[in-house]
């Protein structure tokens, strides 16, 4: 594949660098945009959203914890699922009843998420987890699906899945974001890596693994980020996952997209641009593929600032379009979508040129920018040539 960036593409195999310079100023960066994120409203402390997947009905239940931990100590810059306190674990057990109990329909798959990872218990104390998932168990759904880091499946932990949940067949989500290791450090601050990922697998023999990319990291031209979407599903499909789920960012409230947007320096991807990673999908993976979170109307949190979107002329045609694909994921449901035709996909297209300027340099720019608004120009002054070294190395 033709790489965009003007770089040298490496892959999740070469393992992140633990504290490289790029990481630690990203999660300086977060630990500040999130300073004072107020806590959420504990009146939303679960919600049920269906939809059809696949031709089946699919309902995902996201419930309040004290939040995610990664999210705590400044990761992954473009999330915010928003965060509680002093939820403890009975109160989760009871939105997680509550929720169970709305459910009003008969259901295929059910998706459980405490807006994190399942089995970290900084988020979900063991009794909460033990009693959910029981809980899951005797709910009617064939399937039961969850996101979690990989690092927290263990042999320990599928075997406590499959003693407590036998009666479904059992589905992992792991938030991948991007198999490109540049990517994940330098835009994206996500210490995924290749050992926690393939050590997962291993322990997961009997349950499905679906892997979560995203679509419009930070810094990524739309060129780039179509690369590095269609990249990032291909490699997942082909090293072990059973399907792959295509999120389009959204920007959301004390994040690094919000403060890109908020100075122009960045716009959620074109719904065009995620027609455009299904068009160019090997076809004989296009039915392993789902996309996700193209609509604004996902999730517990509602304070979505920007959603990728079109023009107002065909953007109830192009979701709908979008809906069907994720239906049922097929190349007639891609026809469909190139089908539509309307002058922004023109002028989409005539934006979705590769930048002059690598990609390198462009995210060091603003690193500076950011560094000034942020009270870290001194830290990074110090770290400057050590930190364009780091950046512009080549993947091993
Ligand atoms: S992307 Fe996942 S791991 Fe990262 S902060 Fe959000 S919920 Fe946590
Ligand atoms: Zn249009």
Known sequence: MRDTTNRVRGTISAHPRKRDLATQFLTKVMVELRRNRPSLDLGQSWYVRYDQVRGRTFAQLWFSTNGCSWDRRGECVMCNYGHHTKVDWMEMVAFVQDGLGSIDRPVYELYVS?????????????????????????????????????????????????????????????????????????????PNTNDTFTTAITHMSGIDLYANVSLGSAFLSPVEAVDDAVHSVNWALIHGADLALVFPMHVKGYTLLNWLHDRGLYEPPSLWSLVEVLTRLDPALVKRVIISWYRADYGVDSGVIASPTTCPNCKEAVLVALDKFREEPSIESVGRLMAIGCACRQIWMGKFEIPVQPLAERVFNIYHLLAGDLGLTEWLKERESALITEMTRAEP
Request: hydrophobic letters at 35%.
């Open 114 to 190: 405490p807006s994190g990872s399942l089995l970290d218990e900084r988020e979900v104390p063991v009794r909460a987890r033990h009693s959910i998932l029981q809980l899951v168990n005797d709910f009617p759904a064939e399937r039961f699906s969850f996101e979690t880091r990989p690092e927290t499946v263990t042999a320990s932990t599928i075997s406590e899945l499959r003693n407590l949940v036998p009666s479904k067949r059992i589905a992992i989500g792991f938030g991948l974001e991007s198999t490109d290791p540049w990517i994940l450090r330098n835009c994206i601050n996500k």
